[in-house]
């Protein structure tokens, strides 16, 4: 699934190719994806261009002037930037084409994603109004969690992969971010105190920015703008070493998702 990480990255490589660019056609092959993909965008969108593409939480947000175009990929979706036109294969169900040629094509095999257009301020549409802070600003600290998570029962990594409290916190960078904090993962949030709050802001923030530049400096997937590659100390490493202590790292769920940690580094 891509994460914020690899929203992120898509963004920056967007940005550079499209910014300034105008729409010409819009092709729907699909009329509904996690909700159903309006018909207008076909008439909505050519003649407007790109003025901005910014990020909320995960989803892609396309200032186009006299509104926004919304994308979220969902569990399986992600966009290819691809020169002239080239026949499309299964799966691909949307195609933007701008006015120097590119096109930019959604392809989705579960159909969790989300393309739509709203017209008013995108920070206030249902889908966005509700997301928390963005982990990479300085609203999101340590006082921060310390007071959201006070006197709540909640185990800590739930707590950060609320996106209500959060925005775009994943599985993988909650294990992550937990085991360099040295917070073991079910601990109630309300027993951390600001000290581990704080290094754990931290250590969120690090895991993020580190997996965005190891995506940046990833050049394989220049065209298919998505997924990258990455070393991780705990996620996916249920059984084996600690990459610290040695001990076996312990694998079990914690709201559903593979929770990985070691009991000895944290506590
Ligand atoms: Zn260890």
């Not at 910014?19 to 996690?34: D, H, I, S, Y």
């Not at 790109?50 to 200032?63: C, E, M, Q, T």
């Amino acid at each position: 699934m891509p994460e914020l990480p690899e929203v992120e990255v898509t963004r920056q490589r967007l940005e550079r190719a499209l910014v300034g660019r105008r729409f010409t056609v819009v092709e729907l092959r699909v009329p509904k994806l996690r909700l159903p993909v309006k018909a207008d965008l076909a008439d909505i969108l050519p003649g407007l261009t790109v003025r901005a593409i910014v990020r909320r939480g995960k989803y892609l947000l396309f200032d186009c002037g006299s509104g926004w175009l919304l994308v979220h990929l969902g569990m399986t979706g992600y966009l290819r930037l691809l020169r002239g036109s080239s026949p499309p294969g299964k799966h691909d169900h949307l195609d933007f084409i701008f006015d120097d040629g590119q096109l930019l094509r959604f392809h989705d095999p579960r159909k969790f994603g989300i393309v739509t257009w709203f017209a008013g301020d995108p920070q206030l549409h249902p889908l966005l109004a509700t997301i928390g802070p963005e982990p990479l600003t300085d609203a999101f600290n340590g006082t921060y969690i310390h007071t959201v998570g006070k006197n709540r029962k909640v185990a800590i990594k739930q707590l950060i992969m609320n996106s209500a409290v959060v925005a775009g916190v994943g599985n993988i960078y909650a294990n992550e971010a937990l085991f360099h904090a040295r917070i073991l993962p079910d601990r109630s949030a309300g027993t951390l105190t600001l000290q581990e709050c704080t290094t754990l802001a931290a250590t969120i923030r690090q895991e993020l920015e580190r997996s965005i530049s190891e995506g940046i400096a990833c050049r394989v997937a220049e065209e298919s703008v998505s997924y990258h590659p990455q070393v991780l100390k705990v996620y996916g490493r249920g059984g084996q070493p600690c990459p610290d202590c040695g001990d076996p790292l312990e694998e079990s769920r914690l709201g559903n998702r593979s929770t990985v940690f070691c009991r000895r580094c944290q506590e």
